[in-house]
């Protein structure tokens, strides 16, 4: 372990709940024993917060594991319950989302905005002959209507499949094809930094290479000008205005797919978590309730995330349309046009539980606290964390410079295959550790392991595992049941394999480590270091690639590149890796543009030709060598280390 994570764990901050949070909290202590009683029942009593149309006759079948079914037999409608029946108990007038676009236009979108928006979208999906289980491709802004089309696709049973805006045509192509997705729903551009962003033409780069795709709606968003596929393409406002506001949902069963969200994994090709209807959106219910200590008649809600990811999906969307709550909803980047823009939209809608990731709060720490300092931040009284570990010194931060040193800090620790939240304190009961993501949730069953799978006594690390099925698990990898097995469920007999390094304390809480295997984490979003090395090998001048993520202060981790270039391209210089770069943004997306890249070479290899990725992060992150015997030549090392300390 290095000095760093001990140091960490030897934090001794405490924060205890406050006290009226506590006596009126949601959840309470003994919510963990009654679940740890009957792990199925307590799941059965949370899924009757919803809807259902038909009641389950059996909670889990678990009988052919992994393959999970939760709430068997039952029906429900994941629109439905997200939007209509708040309506029909009265709620009609109540706000969704206070959206705001990034150039300060704003939008009020109420629950019976929602559902007539919702109804005309499913209807013009089904005039465009989109039927149950067929799959739709959105590729987004942060706008409503990225909300609207996720739920009339939910709303018809046609699972969505978002792409991050952020990701490029080839990642998009990649995702269209791998879901065999007909239709795609996009806009013109959204505004990012100050400046209307292009959508559109990535749409038509990948859709020269998926034939298949019948439409394209595209919503006006930025004016931007735009190609225009004849027959192909359509204007969102041609089609889905003039649709009826009125539309009937259809129940479907619990284990119909809801979407498939694409994620890096350890190989280049990003797996297709598929996530269903009736155990997600129990969970993620009952986790936005519990966790977050949701009141809905007064709460306003505001993840700040993107809506591609996960988090954006279950606590943007699914979550606190479930619980019926107002959320905010924001377009753009936090410095737009001025650094304190979070802050001034938490005060002007009375925000009052924040979700963000680290790397958000550490930019704001290198801001400067006199910032947020500006604005009125006292009706926050939850702050939430979610992506990467939260190092002690920006959760002290976020508490003492955002919460006003009252408001409890909730480290939630989860991923794109469990859906919803997994590890966290519960803000009315934990005494808050910084740093620390503390506790299995009530219903959840998670464990540190060692190399052959024993769980590890108190103040030991090793693996975390989730022992036990959980209603929002993903149900398999699309198309890959083989893959879903072996990635999952065969490290370790019978428990899910998260891939991260985790630590229990003195006291038995659980602290993440960061990832055990090839996937990176760069500001909250999961990059697989094999897809940018096929990246950098697919440029002609590449003739070997070897990525690692190396510690960053702000992003968490960074890309860092070694790359071999074949004969004459070495000698490149900084145009070269610029090139690079740009060829990794156009491949992947920006956000996997390395932050350095290295020419060097040669590559430290073992014997049997595995390159050592473990020494290059040292280099990176400029520590000590380890253990250097099983390279095949050790000077590599040396190489490598000159040309990193040459400038530029
Ligand atoms: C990491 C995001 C430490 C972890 C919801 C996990 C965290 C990966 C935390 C999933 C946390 C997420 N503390 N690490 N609170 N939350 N992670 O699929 O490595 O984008 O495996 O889901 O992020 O990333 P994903």
Not at 560 to 570: D, K, L, N, P, Y
Request: aromatic share 8%; with cysteine.
């Amino acid at each position: 372990m290095s000095e760093a994570l001990s140091n960490l764990l030897r934090e001794d901050r405490r924060f205890a709940p406050p006290a009226e949070l506590a006596a009126a909290a949601n959840v309470t202590a003994d919510t963990y024993g009654e679940a740890s009683a009957d792990r199925v029942a307590f799941w059965e009593r949370q899924a009757r917060r919803l809807h259902w149309d038909q009641e389950w006759d059996q909670a889990l079948d678990w009988s052919n594991a992994p393959f999970a079914k939760w709430f068997v037999g039952g029906r429900l409608n994941a629109a439905y319950n997200c939007v209509d029946r708040h309506v029909e108990a009265g709620n009609g007038d109540k706000v969704a989302y206070h959206w705001e676009g990034e150039p300060g236009d704003t939008r009020t979108i109420t629950y019976a905005d929602l559902q007539r928006e919702v109804s005309k979208a499913a209807n013009a999906l089904i005039e465009l002959g989109v039927q149950t289980g067929d799959r739709v491709a959105i590729y987004m802004p942060m706008i409503p209507e990225t909300v609207v089309a996720m739920l009339a696709c939910a709303r018809i049973g046609a699972p969505h499949t978002v792409v991050f805006g952020g990701f490029s045509a080839t990642a998009l192509r990649d995702r269209i094809q791998d879901c065999d997705a007909r239709i795609v729903i996009t806009s013109d551009g959204g505004y990012r930094r100050g400046a209307p962003s292009a959508l559109k033409p990535q749409v038509d780069q990948a859709l020269a290479e998926c034939p298949d795709v019948r439409n394209v709606l595209v919503v006006k968003r930025t004016s931007q000008d735009v190609e225009w596929k004849d027959g192909r393409d359509l204007w969102w406002h041609d089609v889905v205005d003039r649709q009826s506001d009125q539309h009937t949902p259809e129940f479907f069963d619990a284990e119909h797919p809801l979407y498939v969200m694409y994620t890096s994994g350890t190989t280049g090709k990003p797996k297709g978590i598929l996530h269903t209807t009736g155990g997600y959106l129990t969970q993620v219910a009952w986790t936005h309730w519990g966790v977050f200590d949701i009141k809905p008649e007064t709460d306003i809600f505001w993840t700040a995330a993107d809506i591609g990811w996960v988090t954006g999906h279950s606590y943007i969307v699914y979550g606190p349309l479930a619980n019926g709550v107002t959320s905010v909803m924001y377009e753009g980047t936090p410095d737009t046009p001025h650094q304190g823009r979070w802050w001034e939209l938490i005060a002007k809608y009375g925000v009052t539980i924040l979700y963000c990731a680290p790397t958000a709060i550490r930019t704001f720490m290198k801001w400067g606290e006199q910032i947020p300092a500006e604005f009125d931040l006292t009706s926050l009284r939850v702050l939430g964390s979610v992506g990467e570990p939260i190092n002690p010194e920006a959760y002290v931060w976020y508490r003492t410079h955002i919460g006003g040193d009252r408001t409890p800090v909730v480290d939630t620790w989860w991923q794109t295959e469990t859906g919803a939240l997994m590890i966290s304190p519960l803000p009315g009961v934990t005494e808050g550790k910084p740093g620390a993501a503390m506790k299995a949730l009530p219903g959840i069953a998670a464990e540190v392991v060692d190399d052959a799978g024993n769980p590890v006594p108190n103040g030991s690390g090793g693996y975390l595992v989730i022992t036990e099925p959980w209603p929002a698990m993903l149900r398999t990898l699309w198309g890959d049941d083989q893959r879903y097995v072996d990635t999952y469920w065969s490290r370790f007999q019978g428990r899910y394999f998260a891939g991260d390094g985790a630590k229990k304390d003195d006291d038995g809480d659980i602290w993440l480590l960061g990832r055990v295997d090839d996937v990176m984490n760069v500001s909250g979003h999961r990059l697989s270091t094999t897809e940018i090395e096929s990246a950098l090998v697919s440029h002609p001048k590449v003739a070997e690639a070897a990525v690692v993520g190396a510690n960053d202060p702000t992003t968490g981790q960074a890309v860092v590149a070694f790359v071999i270039m074949r004969g004459s391209a070495a000698s490149g210089g900084d145009a070269v890796v610029k090139e690079l770069r740009d060829h990794v943004a156009s491949e992947i997306g920006p956000i996997a543009k390395p932050r350095q890249i290295l020419v060097v070479d040669e590559l430290p290899k073992t014997r049997s030709g595995k390159i050592m990725r473990r020494l290059l992060r040292d280099v990176a992150e400029n520590r000590e060598l380890g253990d250097v015997t099983t390279l095949t030549d050790s000077s590599v090392m040396e190489l490598i280390r000159t040309n990193l300390s040459k400038p530029g």
